[in-house]
């Protein structure tokens, strides 16, 4: 049945639709520019500045940063800090949530104030570098993974997720014998799903993107994280100190704004290929997540 609408809803749906095409293209230009100039031709990009549609492709700036095989071994340390470090972010905030979620766990409420706190203050970058050079992680990567183990926001919620569930299914379980470790990997993991799938997105990107703690921590370029090494890239390109040495001299360098734009699509297209394998997840978990049962 069609239902005709009054001019002052159309108005509305019209300026809405207007807004929203407005936040979508001021979303997406960006990016496209971005693609654009990093696969334009050098003589293109200096004569025209803005481009939105190159008349003609070229693949230099990625020749360039792939023109050393340090770049290769720095995809492959990211991606091994990724998948280390998120699976080490999901089993720690898993144990200590599901603990903080039972009604029977005395003290509870400490813990939680506690974790609460470290939300509002911490040591800072002096102490943490300390601990960290005195449990011996300089120059390691788990100086990249261990003191981030655990986010204090992340855990709350995961915390908020798993008191939602049934405490049938627990009661269940412990009457078949199951103890509270089985209770978890076998009861409680497989139905937190979402959460999990969400939280393992957000620690997936913070890992992905990880550069401060990289410069902080570790001295051999041989073990840079590929934000880092790009960062040298781009400081290179635009007559920055560095050791250019590194790439395969038969390449001339682009101009720098073609491998700057280069730099962001490498760093960037890994983490968007992987979300949608997320993306059905990800707003169940952070809505059945933030809201207390």
Not at 25 to 30: G, S
Not at 74 to 103: D, E, K, M, W
Not at 182 to 205: C, D, H
Not at 266 to 280: A, D, G, N, R
Request: proline fraction near 5%.
């Amino acid at each position: 049945m069609m239902i005709n609408k009054s001019i002052g809803s159309r108005i509305f749906d019209s300026v809405n639709y207007t807004f929203l095409i407005i936040v979508a293209l001021v979303t997406i230009i960006p990016f496209f520019y971005i693609v654009s100039v990093s696969f334009a031709e050098p003589e293109e990009v200096l004569r025209r500045g803005f481009i939105l549609f190159p008349t003609s492709f070229s693949l230099e700036g990625y020749k360039y940063i792939f023109s050393t095989s340090i770049m290769m071994r720095s995809l492959l340390v990211t991606a091994g800090i990724t998948v280390a470090g998120t699976f080490i972010n999901l089993l720690f905030t898993s144990l200590l949530a599901y603990p903080l979620s039972r009604q029977d766990f005395d003290g509870r409420k400490l813990f939680m104030m506690l974790i609460v706190f470290t939300m509002l203050f911490n040591g800072g970058i002096l102490p943490t570098f300390l601990v960290v050079k005195s449990l011996g992680l300089l120059n390691s990567y788990w100086a990249l993974l261990i003191p981030n183990a655990i986010s204090a926001f992340n855990l709350i919620v995961v915390v908020s997720f798993f008191r939602q569930l049934p405490e049938g299914l627990e009661e269940a379980a412990k009457i078949d014998g199951c103890n509270d470790l089985g209770l978890l990997f076998r009861i409680v993991l497989p139905l937190s799903a979402p959460v999990l799938a969400t939280f393992a997105l957000f620690y997936a990107v913070g890992h992905w993107n990880t550069f401060f703690s990289a410069i902080l921590y570790i001295n051999d370029a041989k073990m840079w994280p590929i934000q880092v090494w790009l960062r040298q890239i781009v400081i290179l390109s635009q007559g920055g100190i560095g050791d250019s040495t590194q790439f395969d001299q038969n390449y001339i360098a682009p101009p720098s704004q073609i491998i700057k734009m280069a730099v962001i699509v490498i760093s960037t297209v890994p983490i968007l290929i992987v979300y949608p394998f997320l993306q059905k997840h990800f707003a169940k978990g952070v809505i059945l997540g933030s809201v207390k049962g």
